[in-house]
Structures are given as C-alpha cells and as structure tokens.
C-alpha cells in the first residue's frame, strides 16, 4: 500500500503562485508514476501533470503548460507542483496519484491522496 498527503494549497489572486506538496509513504519502491489531477466544482477530474519516476519525463496538460512544473525529491519522498500565474479557470480541488504502472495513463492510478483546495480570483 502507498499513501498520499497533499499540502500547499489555499486561496490566491490570479497573477499569483502555489507550491504544492505530495508526501508519499509504504511501499513506495513500486511506483513508477506520480502525478497531479485537478476537479473543479461541476466538472470531470482532468490529469494536470504526470512524472514517470524511474526517468523522470513529463507530460502536462495543454492548460497549465508553461505555468506548472512539476518536480520530485526522492530523499524526502515527495512530489511538488509549482504553479505561477495562476488563474481563476485553475481553481479547483488538486489530488496527488500514484501508479505502479508504467504506462502513467490516467486510468491506471490506484492511490490517491484526500486532496488540497485551490483557489484562484480574478
């Protein structure tokens, strides 16, 4: 089993910046892929980023590229979304997944964290 803990995020004005943070803990040696999703109110949870940990390619979301990076500490067991000029389309509850699958395709996450609240104003 792996768990996931999300932290970061809050309430900004659109212009502004969040670091999110995953801390991840079990048997993590089986993960292969890490990655953050996003569901605003009313809407489909949508894949914002992922990262394949065993070398480190990325894959984001037409909507957040150029503005997300996303980024691991393998010491600290941790995965990180820094998000810069963030923008109220941008609001909405951000999960940390994890898969053991390598292929990092959406369905294939199987653990998931409780979530962090994002909130962006024009």
């Known amino acids: 089993q792996v768990q996931l803990v999300e932290s970061g995020g809050g309430s900004m004005q659109a212009g502004g910046s969040l670091r999110l943070s995953c801390a991840a803990s079990g048997y993590i040696n089986s993960i292969r892929c890490m990655a953050w999703f996003r569901q605003a109110p009313g809407k489909e949870r949508e894949g914002v980023v992922y990262?394949?940990?065993?070398?480190?390619?990325?894959s984001y979301a037409n909507s957040v590229k150029g503005r997300f990076t996303i980024s691991e500490d393998n010491a600290a067991n941790a995965v990180y979304l820094r998000m810069n000029n963030l923008k109220p389309e941008d609001t909405g509850m951000y999960y940390c997944?994890?898969?053991?699958?390598?292929?990092?395709?959406?369905?294939?996450?199987?653990?998931w964290g409780q979530g962090t609240q994002v909130t962006v104003s024009s």
């Open positions: 997944a994890a898969t053991e699958s390598g292929f990092c395709t959406a369905a294939t996450y199987n653990y």
């Open positions: 990262i394949y940990t065993g070398g480190g390619t990325r």
